[in-house]
């Protein structure tokens, strides 16, 4: 493992902190907003808790890693990934209207592509930059970010979407259309990453910059994919919980 | 006591990583858990938030000890092993429709066997690799784990899950193959990791390799034993609760 060079310190380590700040104090929110949900839906706001506190975690050994000038070790950010991600996507199957028999079957599909999916990724990552490997890997790994998009959008749950009108309805396609943004982020931000990709040569980046664009690239769709996701989650929960009945004590 | 030399040392330091963040994390979602089961059951959704906590603890230790590079401490797994695997055995008892007034008992015994099984393993990993004082221990801590094994599959905990049937009763039989194959990792591990045991010489095994074994394997087996089975003692105890009348407010 090697230092990371990157050609902004400040702005890198400003980014992980606000992430920590931001993370931390998530968790603390979805955890008291859970009795603003039925119990049906409240698990929804639990897995919100959950990724926060997760990513929490993972920016404060990030920061400490960068702050102390150690070899850069790119695990954390995969390690938190494969923790997360499944709970996103199980988060979105507990409020998205699919019927309960068909949710466990449709959550666990969903979970192994989203391990599959950073599985991959994490070796074309960490091969050397403009390799074949790293190229390789990131084909596979979008083979199964395309597959999730793809059930979010026309698949089982972008079929049980399709039945949702109102309100809820469109809470609910503004979800997947924020899911889609901000996860657009991730394979943007790893091709610039990689500065012998076709996207950062086109953009004529250095090493150092193209590590830069990375790190707060992927920080920032981090906070807008687990906090501000979670926010969305939410909103669609408390108005399930309203429509039927549920008033918090 | 040495430094703990592996051929990988970036996986191990992930995987001890991973593990405080899925520990730590599992302790919160267990504790918040609680309320979704009925009184009768909570204790176990109870234990299973501890046993997250404490593993959470000792990881942190672990990872610490091994960035460090301050001759490694194996003792840390035993402190945690002699805290949760009574814990896990008595949750068990719990949920496993065992009568109440049979049930103290039986956790008491099981305890006990789970004590001994872990207090015998110790001095035999901390032995000279490939000494008999080794394999002696190993043996002596392999009779209580069959013994617990033998209690859930036909002794007292084996008869009370025949008795029960439907859903709540697949779920026990999961639970208890779960238990039987993510146990079956601790002595495979252990012999692994002796790198002068029958199995690490069949594979031709270097010292560093053992140890990556060991620590890796160890540490997916308590993710799966710790987190994973809690999912699975929620699961028998929201059934219950559920058949029982109750539902969360």
Redesign the interface.
């Known amino acids: 493992?090697e230092k990371l060079v990157t050609s902004n310190d400040q702005l890198v380590y400003n980014a992980f902190s606000f992430a920590v700040a931001a993370m931390a104090i998530s968790f603390v929110y979805y955890?008291v907003s859970?009795s603003r949900v039925s119990?049906a839906y409240?698990s929804a706001v639990?897995m919100s808790?959950?990724i926060c506190?997760?990513a929490a975690?993972?920016y404060w050994?990030m920061f400490n890693n960068f702050a102390d000038g150690a070899p850069w070790?790119e695990?954390?950010r995969y390690?938190?990934w494969?923790?997360t991600v499944p709970l996103l996507l199980a988060e979105l199957v507990v409020v998205s209207g699919v019927a309960r028999d068909k949710a466990k079957g449709l959550t666990t599909k969903l979970a192994v592509a989203a391990l599959l999916m950073i599985a991959t990724g994490y070796p074309g990552e960490t091969a050397a930059a403009g390799s074949d490997a790293s190229m390789i890997w990131f084909v596979i790994s979008l083979v199964f970010f395309i597959y999730i998009l793809w059930n979010l959008f026309a698949g089982e749950v972008g079929q049980a979407l399709k039945g949702q009108s109102g309100a809820i309805g469109s809470k609910l396609n503004n979800l997947r259309y924020i899911l889609l943004v901000t996860w657009a982020v991730y394979p943007i931000a790893y091709l610039l990453g990689d500065n012998e990709s076709f996207l950062a040569k086109a953009f004529d980046l250095s090493a150092g910059d193209s590590a830069t664009l990375i790190q707060v690239g992927y920080t920032v769709a981090d906070v807008l994919a687990k906090p501000g996701y979670g926010l969305l989650i939410l909103g669609v929960a408390i108005a399930r919980s309203e429509s039927e009945g549920y008033r918090a004590?």
């Open positions: 493992m955890l859970r119990p409240r639990t808790a959950m506190g997760i975690y993972h050994r070790n695990g954390y390690a938190d494969l923790l004590a």
